[in-house]
């Protein structure tokens, strides 16, 4: 954890928490995760979406702008029609570098709320921070240019999820135009 940073947040539906408990995850490990930037934790808030629903990257600095896609119509009106809270924690016991994702850092230990800030409406408050700059969002059909239409960019991450044992039974379930790109990878990949 840089030395610099003396807070992170972690974004939840539950409200009124004073203690973050950590808890077992995809990467295999019992961590509290939280990111450096207070609008990640905003877009985490929601339990619902993955990256089937979203494109998301982006630490939220300067040089690395948080950037969120929405990869078909409505899903985000799903996804982020929800309320909860942005919880800021001490940085002390965080640490980077454990999930490949710069911008997400963990704790093994349970971690006390310094503040809670409580958040009406995820969905409009994405709007807000794309307004102040904080967040560049794209809405369907809307998505910067070097992110395929068709969604094609979550192939390769499927394929490494079906890999490490992952269920990927909803990817074919929302991406069922995809099936055929799909099995070709796989074959290309055996060769």
């Given at each position: 954890?840089q030395?610099k940073?003396s807070?992170v947040?972690?974004?939840?539906?539950?409200?009124?928490?004073?203690?973050?408990k950590?808890?077992?995850?995809?990467?295999?490990?019992?961590w509290?995760?939280?990111?450096i930037?207070?609008t990640i934790?905003t877009?985490?808030?929601?339990n619902?979406?993955?990256?089937l629903?979203?494109?998301?990257?982006?630490d939220g600095?300067?040089?690395n702008?948080?950037?969120?896609?929405?990869?078909?119509?409505?899903?985000f009106k799903?996804i982020?029609n929800?309320s909860g809270?942005?919880y800021?924690?001490?940085?002390?016991n965080?640490?980077?570098?454990?999930?490949?994702?710069?911008?997400?850092?963990?704790?093994?230990?349970?971690e006390?709320?310094?503040?809670?800030e409580?958040?009406?409406?995820?969905f409009e408050?994405l709007?807000?921070?794309?307004?102040?700059g904080e967040l560049?969002?794209?809405?369907?059909p809307?998505r910067?240019?070097?992110?395929p239409?068709?969604?094609?960019?979550?192939i390769?991450?499927?394929?490494?999820?079906?890999?490490r044992?992952i269920?990927i039974?909803?990817f074919?379930e929302?991406y069922?135009?995809?099936?055929k790109?799909?099995?070709?990878?796989?074959?290309?990949n055996e060769?």
């Open positions: 954890m030395e940073i807070h947040y972690h974004g939840s539906t539950y409200q009124g928490l004073k203690i973050i950590k808890n077992k995850s995809t990467h295999g490990n019992s509290v995760y939280a990111t930037s207070k934790s877009i985490f808030i929601s619902k979406g993955s990256d629903y979203y494109y998301l990257s982006g600095t300067e040089n702008p948080v950037i969120l896609v929405e990869r078909k119509e409505n899903m799903d982020f929800v809270s942005i800021t924690l001490s940085s002390k965080f640490i980077s570098g454990k999930t490949g994702w710069s911008a997400e850092v963990v704790s093994d230990s349970d006390n709320v310094i503040y809670e409580h958040i009406d409406n995820v408050k709007k807000e921070l794309n307004d102040r560049k969002l794209y809405i369907y809307n910067p240019s070097f992110l239409k068709d969604n094609s960019d979550l390769p991450k499927v394929i490494g999820w079906q890999n044992g269920n039974d909803q074919f929302l069922s135009e995809l099936k790109q799909y099995l070709n990878m796989i074959k290309e060769r």
